[in-house]
């Protein structure tokens, strides 16, 4: 485990630390030496377990003392009391005479191409952990040239990756403060999300969705009818990969996401807070009900209704190419079946023509395995290019294990991210193959079954406009305002 990865693991914001000179061992031991959260979650259950029967329902407002007569009150005689606030404003404040209102408009944006906002924004990404949110490094950074990932040549030693140096005179990097207050002059401060009602919902899916679960539906239905209502307020950007800017409401979170090939909006639905850890509904909202794919700018575009309609198909998967080590034997395990075992440099994937209207994405062609470029097991593939694909993000093939259960159930999944997820985020998911298939050394095709966890659908009367909405702004007018 590398520091950062130890400070991570203590539940420090290492998105917000900036991290530039401190060597790994420095960064191990600011992480210190506490507990594990395994033991000390397991701690933390068996307490829970042993003390059920003293614990209140979530509706009982009595406690266990006033059910059984043992409440003590203690009256300290030494504690200072304090009085309480004063119902007159002009006790504390004086000269709010002086104070003038003036409406603030949260709408009011300046017209900056799409196309500028796409280019700067690459300009002022995050190329490394250790810039952290808002800083840039002047260490030579690289990118590699398969996945494309950056990383300055300190924090990049491993994986090893396929890098070469970035030139940054050729290509002059923008402050992120300076892009900071670009967006958010182009963004308006308040959305609202119009024209998903119960009657369209219910006209796709007697249109497109007819085998999803009745009661999967309603629940579905009800919490995307419910988050279209209250409009959302800017939240903060975030400075990673790429760009985000994030809206918020009490029922709904609206992310933007600035990617060079595909700007889009997501929307997503918020469950409620009584629902169980585990329940259907939480997995469901874990995806986005709805997005938008910008076309000439921000706030334009076709938007499409994403169904919780599961549907299963079943694909060819052929290995290709020469015989490589697989991961288990360069990492130099001595059982038997992982000693001199190989897998293909290369996999085909195809499927019949008439399952490819299923896929959001047609993710036949040929996958690359590119074993340096890290993710789980080393099983990182990207699809070769073709055509069609030359104006979308990259496709890949990548092993995407979960936070927690068991490894078997951990499966392959076509998605064109592969970042490293931080805590309650999710990656965009093509199609989800078995848990049971690994790669292997095994010649001739392989029938895989896979799963397309949503099916998108365009819609007509869908929009996300500014919100008219104004706050007051007061403004001192004379420098006569003392608490």
């Not at 300190?154 to 890098?163: L, Q, S, T």
């Not at 000439?296 to 490589?324: D, Y």
Request: net charge negative; with cysteine; proline share 6%.
């Amino acid at each position: 485990m590398v520091g950062l990865e130890a400070l991570h693991l203590q539940g420090l914001p290492i998105d917000e630390l900036l991290l530039t000179r401190e060597t790994e061992d420095q960064l191990a031991d600011l992480a210190g030496n506490a507990m594990s959260t395994t033991v000390v979650g397991t701690t933390l259950l068996v307490s829970l377990i042993l003390s059920m029967k003293y614990l209140t329902p979530g509706h009982d407002k009595r406690t266990y003392e006033e059910k059984h007569g043992t409440r003590i009150i203690e009256i300290d005689d030494d504690v200072m009391q304090v009085d309480g606030p004063s119902d007159s404003v002009q006790d504390h404040i004086c000269g709010e005479d002086q104070l003038l209102e003036r409406p603030f408009d949260l709408s009011k944006t300046t017209g900056q191409p799409l196309s500028a906002l796409l280019e700067d924004a690459m300009k002022s990404v995050r190329f490394c952990t250790c810039e952290g949110r808002k800083d840039m490094t002047e260490r030579e950074v690289r990118r590699c040239n398969d996945c494309g990932f950056t990383a300055c040549v300190k924090c990049g030693g491993r994986p090893e990756h396929n890098a070469r140096p970035i030139d940054v005179k050729a290509n002059p990097r923008l402050a992120p403060s300076t892009f900071e207050r670009s967006l958010k002059s182009a963004l308006p401060m308040c959305l609202d999300l119009s024209g998903i009602t119960e009657q369209l919902l219910n006209s796709l899916k007697q249109e497109f969705g007819t085998s999803i679960p009745s009661k999967r539906w309603e629940i579905w239905r009800n919490a995307v009818v419910e988050a279209v209502g209250p409009e959302l307020r800017f939240v903060e950007l975030k400075r990673q990969e790429l760009w985000y800017a994030t809206f918020e409401s009490t029922k709904a979170v609206v992310e933007l996401c600035l990617h060079p090939q595909r700007p889009e909006w997501l929307f997503y639905a918020k469950p409620s807070p009584k629902e169980p850890a585990n329940a259907e509904i939480r997995k469901l909202l874990m995806y986005p009900v709805a997005r938008l794919a910008c076309s000439s700018s921000l706030l334009n575009g076709r938007w499409e209704v994403a169904l919780p309609q599961t549907t299963s198909v079943e694909i060819s998967i052929k290995g290709t190419g020469e015989l490589v080590p697989s991961w288990q034997s360069k990492l130099g395990l001595q059982d038997p079946k992982f000693l001199d075992a190989n897998v293909f440099s290369q996999l085909e994937v195809s499927l019949p023509h008439e399952d490819v209207v299923h896929f959001d994405r047609d993710i036949t062609g040929t996958y690359v395995l590119l074993d340096k470029c890290g993710t789980a097991n080393n099983a990182l593939h990207k699809k070769v290019a073709t055509k069609e694909d030359a104006a979308l993000p990259p496709l890949y093939l990548l092993l995407n294990p979960s936070r927690s259960g068991k490894s078997s159930d951990d499966a392959f999944v076509f998605s064109t991210s592969i970042r490293r997820l931080e805590y309650q985020e999710t990656r965009p998911i093509f199609a989800r193959l078995q848990p049971s298939w690994r790669q292997s050394s095994k010649d001739g095709p392989q029938r895989v079954s896979c799963v397309i966890p949503q099916k998108y659908v365009f819609t007509e009367g869908v929009s996300l406009k500014v919100c008219l909405a104004f706050l007051c702004l007061y403004v001192v007018a004379y420098m006569g305002l003392f608490l």
